[in-house]
């Protein structure tokens, strides 16, 4: 049995400015992905939901927890955990009792990465035009709204609105549209960057597990 990876991963009142801009989208798009690519770790609580454009309600709203450090990630939703070390990914179907839970283990496929990752990598590491909307002051903070033209033409994405903070210079809520516009949002909370995690952060121990284990590395 081979479990999948759900990831295809109440906003406050925002006030908004649009005057006065000291800097390009590009450059703080370009600040922005620096910030991300070299940050030793970052955990943060999501949610992460999914719209189709003729439909009112989210497809699907989740609210989890995501931890990365590069390439390891966890990603904790209420129906599914995915643990990631690098080289091995577990994923965690919980369930009660817990006798009944299921884990599958697996290889990391190189070409399979959860969507957030993803989009990281294609908005950061990709030539796109990167727009200045405007800024926004929510909760005291201030945030550079960025539009992304998104040019890779072999990826799915088409565009990107991010909200970067502008003293962390993290995009604490993306929006990305696919070509037939429909939109997935990210956003994040009590947010904490370059802690120390530890490798174990990053790896499911199966010692103490009481459900069942479907081990399909090879």
């Known amino acids: 049995m081979k479990a999948k990876l759900i990831l295809s991963l109440i906003f406050p009142i925002i006030t908004f400015s649009f005057?006065?801009?000291?800097?390009?989208?590009?450059?703080?798009?370009?600040n922005s992905a620096s910030t991300f690519l070299n940050l030793q770790d970052l955990s943060a609580d999501i949610l992460y939901e999914i719209k189709n454009p003729n439909a009112s309600?989210?497809?699907?709203?989740?609210?989890?927890?995501?931890?990365?450090?590069?390439?390891?990630?966890v990603i904790q939703l209420p129906d599914q955990e995915v643990y990631c070390d690098g080289q091995t990914l577990w994923i965690l179907i919980p369930a009660q009792p817990k006798e009944n839970s299921e884990v599958t283990i697996l290889n990391v496929d190189p070409e399979e990465r959860p969507m957030l990752l993803d989009f990281f990598s294609k908005i950061y590491l990709s030539e796109n035009t990167a727009i200045l909307k405007g800024n926004q002051v929510i909760?005291?903070?201030v945030f550079d709204e960025i539009d992304v033209l998104i040019k890779d033409s072999n990826t799915d994405f088409a565009r990107a609105n991010l909200w970067i903070n502008e003293s962390t210079g993290f995009p604490e809520r993306i929006?990305?549209?696919?070509?037939?516009?429909t939109s997935t949002l990210f956003q994040f909370s009590n947010i904490q960057l370059n802690q120390g995690l530890p490798a174990s952060t990053f790896v499911f121990d199966t010692s103490n597990f009481q459900g069942e284990i479907f081990e399909e590395r090879e």
């Open 175 to 181: 929006i990305i549209w696919d070509k037939r516009q």
């Open 139 to 141: 909760e005291g903070r």
């Open 57 to 73: 309600q989210p497809i699907i709203s989740q609210r989890g927890r995501f931890l990365q450090a590069q390439e390891k990630y």
């Open 19 to 30: 005057s006065g801009f000291a800097q390009s989208g590009d450059a703080i798009l370009k």
